[in-house]
């Protein structure tokens, strides 16, 4: 697909339906190696004066290596004519496999990542702050022994919005 730079704050999508309903593709890396996942979890909204979204991942997840390793991570929305690509990469592990290639997405790199062409819609973010979740911190304690039994919690990326993309 092309694309056009946008305004984040022009997005006019509900974006509580636009990362839990239709879910998000979070990519992290480079040329020399990427990997993404698909999350349910998240937020888009404002953060310091700036469009930022709020995405977790578990330290198990292959895409962590990679968010930790790089400056930057995309946030792609896929069309709903792409639930399949979406299912793949929520259920295959980069580890094992070229998930790109199996849900039949292809990468576009830019100098600070990588989206994928097939996607409506990109926000390009710069990592401005990160944070394990810890079992102390909750408030509601019931939602540690409802998604965190395991002790596998998720760690925080606030993603500064440097660039928003949409299919033409």
Not at 93 to 121: H, I, M, Q
Request: glycine fraction near 8%; charged fraction near 25%.
């Amino acid at each position: 697909m092309k694309f056009e730079k946008i305004d984040p704050k022009s997005v006019a999508e509900n974006s509580a339906k636009l990362i839990g309903s239709d879910w998000m593709l979070v990519c992290a890396g480079d040329r020399g190696g990427f990997n993404m996942m698909t999350a349910s979890w998240g937020a888009f909204g404002f953060m310091w004066n700036m469009p930022a979204f709020f995405v977790f991942v578990r330290p198990s997840r292959y895409t962590y290596e990679f968010m930790e390793s790089r400056d930057f991570f995309t946030v792609n929305i896929l069309p709903e004519s792409r639930r399949d690509a979406l299912n793949i990469c929520g259920s295959r592990s980069g580890r094992d496999c070229d998930k790109a290639a199996a849900a039949g997405l292809t990468p576009e790199f830019t100098e600070n990542g990588v989206y994928f062409a097939e996607a409506r819609l990109v926000f390009e973010c710069r990592k401005a702050y990160s944070q394990m979740m810890e079992a102390g911190s909750f408030a509601d304690k019931t939602l540690v022994e409802k998604w965190y039994a395991a002790s596998d919690f998720h760690k925080m990326y606030v993603g500064v919005v440097e660039r928003a993309l949409a299919a033409k």
